[in-house]
């Protein structure tokens, strides 16, 4: 097993196991003060009512507002912005100086030159589950195996990680019946990476597996559409003419404008 694997592998494990309930109290508290969590934003808000690690890392917001109009692009997650900017000559940039051509991200011939990316990264502190980003479509997804390496900032100014971390790739086509794509990546001691609309996206797999829908799944904006089982990575591709990006903050919370499509 790969390295990175095994060791997430190990972490996870430790992660969904509920020790005595004094001793998970206290691994919970920990871990809600070295990241400085406002556990009031959440459902319990008490951190030794969750009953694994993992419990506390799922946890659910109390409230979340999203933007009704129906051509306004929303935040999925509470994330940093790590970056944003034009596809040129259909490569997309993880970090300053660091790019890929998205093909071999997404593992589809496809060319999206002049359109727009934008990378979220979620940390170990933030809100683990993401949401519909605006009324659409999944007429396609996409499982790709691949490593788990770390996606903090600080990591990916020195590895190129988007194209050889596990990844769900899910391509949407929104109300004005364009595609886009939606990417789940996995990093160091994400266990799973969770779309609910779709049980065997619950699973892990050792080759890639791609899923067609004859009948598209229909997602309303602010739907749950899934989790990851520790902090990771959103990134979210259009075509040229698309989408317009709106967003000045460099932090964002589920919701939040990103921008709007056209």
Do not use: W
């Not at 790969?2 to 494990?13: E, T």
């Amino acid at each position: 097993m790969n390295p990175s694997r095994l060791l997430s592998s190990i972490i996870v494990k430790l992660a969904r196991t509920p020790f005595p309930k004094f001793i998970q109290c206290f691994i919970n508290k920990t871990y809600v003060k070295i990241y400085d969590i406002d556990m009031s934003e959440f459902t319990p808000e008490d951190p030794c009512e969750y009953k694994t690690l993992n419990d506390l890392f799922i946890r659910h917001k109390k409230y979340i507002e999203f933007y009704e109009d129906e051509d306004i692009f929303v935040s999925p997650s509470d994330s940093l912005v790590l970056y944003e900017g034009e596809i040129e000559q259909n490569q997309a940039y993880q970090v300053k100086g660091k790019k890929y051509f998205l093909p071999e991200l997404l593992a589809e011939d496809v060319d999206l030159s002049e359109g727009y990316f934008v990378n979220l990264y979620l940390s170990p502190r933030d809100y683990h589950r993401y949401h519909v980003p605006i009324d659409l479509q999944v007429v396609k997804a996409t499982y790709i195996p691949g490593d788990l390496m770390p996606v903090k900032p600080s990591y990916l100014e020195k590895e190129l990680v988007y194209p050889k971390n596990k990844r769900i790739v899910l391509k949407c086509k929104d109300s004005k019946d364009r595609f886009f794509y939606f990417v789940a990546v996995g990093a160091m001691i994400v266990g799973r990476i969770i779309m609910n609309f779709d049980e065997r996206l619950q699973r892990d797999y050792d080759e890639i597996k791609v899923f067609e829908y004859e009948e598209p799944i229909n997602l309303k904006k602010g739907d749950e559409l899934g989790r990851f089982e520790f902090g990771s990575s959103i990134l979210l591709f259009f075509g040229p003419e698309h989408f317009k990006y709106l967003n000045q903050k460099d932090y964002v919370e589920v919701g939040d404008i990103l921008g709007e499509i056209y």
